[in-house]
């Protein structure tokens, strides 16, 4: 059930049945039959600790939606509110509780997640109900096990709530989870950081842990380091558009708690006789984690990659197939039939990608096809045929144009071609109307790009934005400009050349096939994020001191003492054990990125990650906007 | 050593032992006589109250508590009303049942805690009888009133009163009664005459129990076990009947040949093999068990009995004695020409000491049975049992001895023995008095005996033992620091400066305090400067908010929540402000802490728009005043309040300097439309946005045909292709158009493709 959490160099599973554990023993306090009303954002992660027959084992027999008005009647003895502690959820609470039967009265109880809050339980006393709940308790659920080598706070808008809020609640948690985790998995000897917000929380493990003198356990540290990165260090990597196939499903379908809803079409079941059968409506539901041997494989590549990964193994499979042939005795017949579910499932598996991959690629692929054209013209200086490029050039209709254009724009922007003056492709998006979120992710990467935009030029994007989508995305727009999205230049030099060059964020020759660097990742474009990280493992931060003072905020190192006979021997040849934190989100292409520095034959450091949220671009911006809903008559 | 046994007799298969634990160190004129008595369990205090019959007020009673050795640790005369019943709880605490039903609660030095009452009923019809019990669930009390009913609270800490069902045929007192813990409630067993009830929450159901003996008529006293597994009843025939509690199985019925009532009546020890019972009578004990026979012991002095988990021990007026089973292994090794192996490990070893050759005969006997690490094991587990250091240490020498003939012996039982040992021997010092078998210490578990300890404010002692057993720091010496500090702070003579200091000196290294607990006791006894200063040295910022809450110091508070970055805790401050504080206080108080200050901000946002206005305001933030005009005009429906609220946006945008955003605003045709969009976007949406897309085309000059072509909007796109004079553009949009609908529109653009492909 919970096999890919083993994979990993460290057993996150740990985590994920400590978990289980408290859940366990609350719900085992209220005794008897029960119904659950879930806060409707918290089934999603819930879902990654414990599924529904765990909690059928504890007596309960009925799930419902918090909601105003009354709980639909449940023959139970309990009703449990799993709640975040949010007021406005507290106001229906005390509605469903005010409205229970008084005739018959049930036991109430309220588990709040991730921690439970004095603030809403002043708000339940004065609504008069705080007395009708048996049980007050909370659940303790900050970083969540996603997969073998990932942890998430699944915390849907901490970034906003940092940089544009000023309210540190998500980081107080995230220092929590790692007290946590230290708990568990031994304290972390070593303590880098950059940025404001990594500052705080190592600033809050460090009083944690003096607070928690003299509790704390003996185990042997399982991490030598924790690396603790602010998102607005790294402001880019997000904005670009992720081309790993994980991070390409990411930006067009949306992966929500490790499921990804997809479009059914291309799933139905080609039966015979049965042609010309309605096609399924509901959404095709895939859950996606390493579990699954072949999207562990193809997940990190380069979506170019995926094809011939893809092909090659359904030779696989179809040769173990007709091994059936072969197998003449019954010893071999049956050594045949036992591996027969294994290899049904990888051709289901085989088929679900098959399918995932050319959604995709209606969306990319004949843009595709010409941006590699293009690609090896600047790379290679080759000279493409003029009928090639016409015809190239014809096939791009409608919404592969549009990937490819934006994606070459992309580029230019990241290698830092006239990004100080007004892209003709934006003018002609916002003249089109595109997608609201598209532009803004370009007109950031501009800005980023170009360490803030001329007056002139910001004025002008914003008029056209406005003018365009609506007045009312001023609020918008003064928001990206409040987390440094969007800046007017500031007398001070453009600095991003620098960090790229000094960095190598732009590396010519990515090798998409068989890549030798972490900018296979966006094509070109090597994550500053990741090369901090990987900076900080060789050569070590010292040798990029210049770099890290342009970057946002403050870079760090604190030690943590380990109680003396916990300190690790490491085996020669051992690799040693970082844990990743990104503030404020991380990328699918982060991660993959990640992946492939674990996995390089000679980098003599293993990643975990965590993050406070998994994001991409779009799921980003959005966070950050403030649209009023029109209230029309 | 050869009189160890001594004190021993025999009553059926097992042995019994009295063993002399103390001399009393109280002076009491009259002994126990005339005296209310009660003993806690595990070697606890004893309470005695003189006279408590007395009402007069110049004679008042005295009540007074020792500790098991007879050292006076409180005494105080009895102001209150009359006392029926003294009690101990499992955590030392002193219970005084009065008369009217009021239970007064002490601690071990007599200082007054609480009190409770036990209900209406019971203070109208009066205290007959109480008995005060112990259950998993803490400390029990259940009282006989006058009306001959029973109410029951099982823990006096979370007290739920409980009325028990009447008992039929009652007219006066029961002739005995006690309280029985089954099936996790708690139950009044009670003897009317011979007949036998048990009252739960609901009924009251006859019992009878299996084979008593048919001469009785009356049962005329009874007493549970300490695990309230067995029943002993008494019989006015003089005999005893000894069972299981529920009344399923019968022991043994012994004929004590005794008629007149008893003074007291115990169960020994339930952990052993032979359970029997104790009954008292005037100078007289007899220990009666399975078989046939009794033992008689004389007393020369009125004596109470108390149960123990593995005896029971005799207080009278001057001793203190255990009265116990001889345990198994002791038994073995003492016992009159024992050959077990521990025996012959213990002469091996005594022949080792005289130099004499014979000890290698006795290994050798031990060792051909290969016996040996049985013998170790026996020597040890008897020296736990001991309560003389000689002998305990003679024991463990010969087991020490006979390890060294044993390789890979494994050590934890020898070492942990002798560190309990010690542990015991302290606390069983006279100065000290506790008591404790080594049965009962392992039943207590250290955490129980260090607070027991503690409530001595014996804590050199507790910090001691806790360094000795090396407990974890913060279960142990820092526990006992804290306790010691909340003591501290309570001392009014010293000044708050000397305390402060006193108190962080001696905690200073110690893990784990929580000086929070220090500063609440110091605040409690009316010292809030100390405890101001006590929480200047509490590492969790988060526990110190509360109380600087209770003590009215509201900004220490907030920066303090600010500290802990809990952001719940800094709202809780800021509302708690919010209600304390005028506005205007509140306001500047927030200005200060720009955390509390934002944190603010988002709950007006959800909650009171309003007051973000207000905030806003004082501020002079125009800027988001702006915004919050911009937003607010799209919530209202009325065009004209919309119109306003713009014109207040725009107002605040150029009071904030923005030049930027009110421009978009005023300057001419973006403002027209974004009321035209405001407007006309609720009646004709589709339309309109197309139209605004064309307008800024051509305003711009910046003619995009595929946007309009993608819009469908054949007329702008045309119209724009015109306009620009551009052959292929113009071929374009008419490749687009069908001959159906666009007709005119095919012929216009015809004719404009003619001019331009003449130019």
């Known amino acids: ?633 | 050593m050869a009189f160890v046994t001594a004190n021993w007799n025999p009553l059926g298969e097992a042995f019994y032992r009295k063993i002399e634990l103390y001399e009393m160190g109280w002076n009491l004129k009259d002994g126990l006589r005339e005296c209310l008595v009660a003993a806690a369990p595990y070697g606890g205090p004893i309470s005695l109250l003189k006279g408590h019959n007395r009402r007069s007020p110049s004679d008042r009673p005295q009540l007074e508590i020792y500790s098991s050795s007879g050292l006076p640790l409180a005494s105080f005369p009895w102001k209150s009303g009359v006392v029926k019943q003294l009690g101990w709880t499992v955590s030392d605490d002193l219970l005084c049942v009065q008369e009217d039903g009021t239970v007064l609660v002490y601690d071990l030095l007599g200082g007054f805690k609480r009190h409770f009452s036990m209900g209406n009923e019971v203070s109208q019809s009066q205290v007959l009888e109480t008995k005060i019990f112990h259950s998993p669930y803490g400390t029990g009390v259940a009282i006989l009133t006058g009306a001959l009913r029973f109410t029951l609270a099982t823990n006096i800490d979370d007290i739920k009163l409980r009325r028990l069902p009447e008992v039929p045929g009652l007219q006066g007192a029961p002739s005995c009664w006690a309280v029985l813990t089954q099936d996790r409630q708690s139950k009044v067993l009670v003897a009317n005459g011979s007949h036998l009830f048990i009252l739960d929450n609901t009924a009251c159901t006859p019992v009878t129990p299996p084979g008593l003996s048919p001469q009785a008529s009356s049962i005329v006293h009874m007493c549970v076990s300490f695990s309230y597994k067995y029943l002993a009843l008494l019989t006015d025939s003089g005999h005893v009947w000894m069972g299981t509690s529920n009344l399923k199985e019968k022991l043994s019925e012994v004929d004590t040949k005794i008629k007149t009532p008893p003074k007291q009546m115990a169960w020994y020890g339930t952990l052993l093999l032979f359970p029997s019972a104790v009954v008292m009578w005037d100078g007289l004990l007899i220990v009666v068990g399975e078989c046939k026979e009794t033992i008689q012991y004389h007393l020369d002095d009125d004596s109470i009995l108390v149960p123990e988990l593995d005896g029971v021990r005799i207080i009278s007026g001057t001793h203190h004695e255990l009265l116990q089973e001889v345990p198994g292994a002791c038994e073995e090794i003492f016992k009159i020409a024992s050959m077990a192996p521990g025996a012959l490990l213990l002469e091996a070893h005594k022949e080792y000491e005289k130099e004499s050759q014979k000890a290698d005969e006795y290994l050798r006997e031990i060792k051909e049975q290969s016996l040996l690490s049985e013998a170790v094991r026996q020597c040890v587990e008897a020296a736990g049992h001991e309560h003389e250091p000689e002998t305990q240490k003679t024991l463990l020498r010969a087991a020490s001895f006979g390890k060294c003939f044993l390789s890979n012996f494994p050590p934890e039982q020898f070492v942990s023995m002798c560190r309990d040992l010690r542990v015991l021997n302290a606390v069983r010092d006279y100065t000290v008095g506790i008591p404790l078998t080594h049965t009962q210490f392992k039943q207590m578990t250290v955490q129980v005996l260090i607070d027991r300890l503690v409530y001595r404010k014996l804590y050199p002692l507790a910090i001691e033992i806790c360094r000795y057993l090396k407990t974890p720091e913060y279960q142990g010496v820092s526990r006992v620091l804290k306790h010691w500090a909340c003591y501290k702070v309570q001392q009014k003579e010293e000044s708050d400066e000397v305390i402060a200091k006193a108190v962080s000196v001696k905690l200073a290294d110690a893990a784990g305090i929580s000086y929070s607990e220090i500063a609440t006791k110091a605040y409690e006894s009316g010292r809030t400067e100390l405890a101001i200063k006590l929480l200047e040295f509490e590492p969790r910022s988060g526990e110190q908010v509360p109380l600087l809450l209770k003590m009215k110091k509201s900004p220490l508070a907030l920066s303090k929540a600010i500290e802990s970055g809990d952001t719940d805790l800094v709202y809780t401050v800021v509302m708690y402000l919010k209600n304390e504080l005028n506005r205007g206080d509140f306001f500047m108080m927030l200005r200060n802490q720009p955390v509390a200050l934002s944190l603010y901000k988002q709950f007006c946002k959800h909650q009171e728009q309003d007051t973000l206005k207000d905030l806003f305001n004082q501020d002079d933030d125009h800027e988001e005043l702006g915004n919050l005009y911009v937003k607010a005009s799209y919530k209202d429906q009325r065009l004209e309040a919309r119109i306003a609220l713009l014109q207040s946006a725009v107002d605040e945008y150029y009071k904030a300097k923005n030049e930027f955003s009110a421009k978009v605003k005023t300057s001419d045709s973006p403002v027209t439309v974004t009321f035209f969009s405001s407007i006309q976007k609720s009646f004709l949406p589709q339309t309109f946005d197309q139209k605004c897309t064309l307008l800024f085309m051509i305003k711009t000059k910046n003619h995009n045909k595929y946007c309009c072509l993608s819009h469908r909007d054949m007329e702008g796109a045309a119209e724009a292709a015109i306009e620009r004079r551009n052959e292929s553009e113009i071929s374009t949009v008419l490749s687009r158009c069908s001959a159906t609908t666009d007709h005119l529109l095919m012929e216009r653009l015809n004719r404009a493709k003619a001019t331009a492909v003449k130019k």
């Open chain 1, 1 to 633: 059930m919970a096999s890919h959490l083993f994979c990993g160099r460290v057993n996150l599973n740990i985590l994920r049945e400590a978990a289980r554990k408290d859940l366990r023993e609350f719900l085992d306090k209220c005794s008897g039959s029960k119904a659950i009303v879930w806060d409707e954002y918290l089934t999603g992660p819930f879902g990654l600790i414990a599924q529904y027959s765990l909690l059928k084992e504890h007596e309960v027999e009925k799930m419902f939606t918090l909601k105003a008005g009354r709980i639909p009647s449940a023959a139970v003895k309990n009703i449990v509110f799993f709640v975040r502690p949010r007021l406005e959820l507290m106001d229906i609470i005390a509605e469903n509780v005010a409205s229970e039967d008084k005739l018959q009265p049930r036991d109430v109880h309220i588990l709040f997640v991730p921690r439970r809050s004095l603030l809403c339980e002043q708000r339940l006393k004065e609504k008069g109900v705080l007395n009708s709940f048996t049980n007050i308790d909370e659940y303790i659920l900050d970083l969540i096990p996603y997969d073998g080598d990932l942890l998430s706070m699944e915390s849907e808008s901490s970034f906003r709530e940092c940089y544009l809020e000023n309210d540190q609640t998500s980081l107080y948690h995230a220092a929590k989870g790692l007290m946590n985790l230290q708990a568990l998995y031994g304290t972390i000897p070593q303590i880098f950081g950059k940025g404001e917000c990594a500052r705080h929380v190592a600033n809050m493990m460090l009083r944690m842990k003096r607070e928690f003198a003299g509790s704390q356990t003996q185990i042997l540290p399982v991490f030598d380091t924790l690396l603790l990165l602010d998102r607005n260090v790294d402001l880019l990597t997000p904005l670009a558009t992720q081309l790993t196939y994980e991070g390409l499903i990411d930006e067009i379908f949306g992966i929500t708690n490790g499921y990804v809803k997809l479009p059914p079409e291309k799933f139905a079941q080609k039966k015979q006789g049965e042609g010309g059968k309605e096609l399924p409506t509901e959404p095709k539901k895939l859950q996606l984690n390493s579990a699954e041997e072949l999207y562990a494989e193809i997940r990190d590549k380069n979506f170019n990659a995926v094809g011939a990964a893809l092909s090659k193994k359904a030779k696989i499979i179809s040769a173990a197939f007709e091994e059936r042939h072969n197998a003449k005795t019954v010893g071999e017949i049956k050594q045949f039939v036992s591996q027969l579910p294994h290899m049904q499932a990888a051709r289901s598996s085989l088929a679900n990608h098959t399918s995932i991959a050319e959604l995709i690629k209606d969306i990319t692929t004949d843009s595709w096809l010409y941006f590699i054209l293009c690609n090896m013209v600047r790379n290679a200086h080759l000279n493409m045929p003029d009928v090639f490029s016409q015809t190239a050039l014809l096939s791009c209709v409608s919404a592969s144009e549009d990937f490819f254009d934006s994606l070459t724009v992309e580029q230019e922007f990241m290698t830092g071609v006239d990004t100080d003056k007004v892209s003709t492709y934006i003018e002609d998006c916002i003249a089109q109307k595109d997608p609201l979120i598209k532009i803004l992710r370009l007109v950031c990467m501009q800005s980023v790009c170009n360490n803030g935009l001329k007056q002139k030029v910001l004025d002008y994007y914003k008029k056209e934005i406005l003018q365009t989508y609506g007045y009312k995305h001023i609020l918008t727009l003064k928001n990206l400009e409040k987390v440094g999205l969007l800046k007017p230049q500031s007398t001070m030099r453009n600095n991003y050349p620098t960090i790229r060059k000094t960095l190598k964020l732009w590396m010519e020759d990515a090798n998409e096939q068989n890549p030798n660097d972490i900018s296979y990742v966006y094509s070109g474009y090597a994550p500053l994020s990741v090369r901090l990280t990987q900076v900080l493992a060789r050569p070590g931060w010292r040798s990029i001191e210049e770099v890290l003072k342009m970057l946002p905020g403050p870079h760090f190192e604190e030690r943590q003492q380990v109680p003396t006979g916990l300190h690790k021997k490491r085996q020669p040849g051992e690799n040693r054990t970082t844990l990743v934190f990104f503030l404020g989100g991380v990328t699918y292409a982060e991660i993959a990125a990640l992946r492939f520095l674990s996995n390089m034959e000679d980098s003599g450091t293993e990643y975990i990650i965590a993050a406070t949220k998994l994001i991409n671009g779009t799921s980003w911006i959005k966070s950050l906007m403030d649209s009023p809903e029109e209230n029309l008559p």
